[in-house]
């Protein structure tokens, strides 16, 4: 594999997270409860308000932006010390070369970071390829499922957990273990 980089965007670095973004809701929209359609029509401000709403990671090999994921407080709960990582993407050439976990990596150290207990990570209960990922690298399933929306097709997504700090033997916060919550679009 080619070396990649890892690094948090900067907030004036809005419009790598909106190519990056986009280029990920375009080729890959069943991976998504948002749009192509619906995020290409933001304006600038709408990007740059979405940059300090979580801590935006991206990857880049040979000068070229590869990978995207987002960290910030997981809000479907009533639990503030939950980190959610959400809207992870890597290009498709590079799925399956490590980036995935590079990215997740650096996701846990910014949980880590900002207080967070637990890093929690909603994967559609379809996505098996995912779930597989998220349990090798140490999150664990819950009985937690939301539902949503993905390419006009109902659904749910079931919320995977990483505990981050030293309750780490707690295998579900409290604030998961019940059915709900609302449908989230970042």
């Known amino acids: 594999m080619t070396d990649i980089t890892v690094r948090e965007l900067a907030q004036d670095e809005w419009a790598i997270f909106r190519s990056l973004r986009l280029r990920a809701l375009e080729e890959n ?5 948002a749009t192509y359609e619906e995020e290409s029509s933001f304006s600038d401000e709408q990007w740059q308000e979405r940059m300090q709403r979580s801590t935006r990671l991206a990857a880049q090999q040979g000068g070229e932006w590869v990978a995207l994921a987002s960290v910030g407080e997981e809000n479907t709960r009533d639990d503030d010390d939950l980190g959610e990582v959400y809207g992870i993407w890597v290009t498709p050439e590079l799925r399956g070369e490590g980036v995935a976990k590079q990215l997740m990596e650096h996701a846990e150290t910014v949980g880590r970071n900002a207080g967070y207990s637990h890093l929690v990570y909603w994967v559609h209960t379809d996505n098996g ?7 090798s690298i140490g999150y664990r399933p819950t009985e937690a499922r939301r539902p949503v929306t993905v390419e006009g097709e109902p659904g749910h997504e079931a919320a995977l957990v990483l ?3 030293a309750d780490a033997a707690l295998e579900t916060p409290l604030a998961l273990q019940a059915d709900g919550g609302e449908d989230v679009t970042d």
Not at 129 to 135: E, T
């Open 29 to 33: 929209p069943e991976a998504f409860v």
């Open 129 to 135: 390829r995912a779930v597989a990922f998220a349990s």
């Open 163 to 165: 505990p981050l700090g």
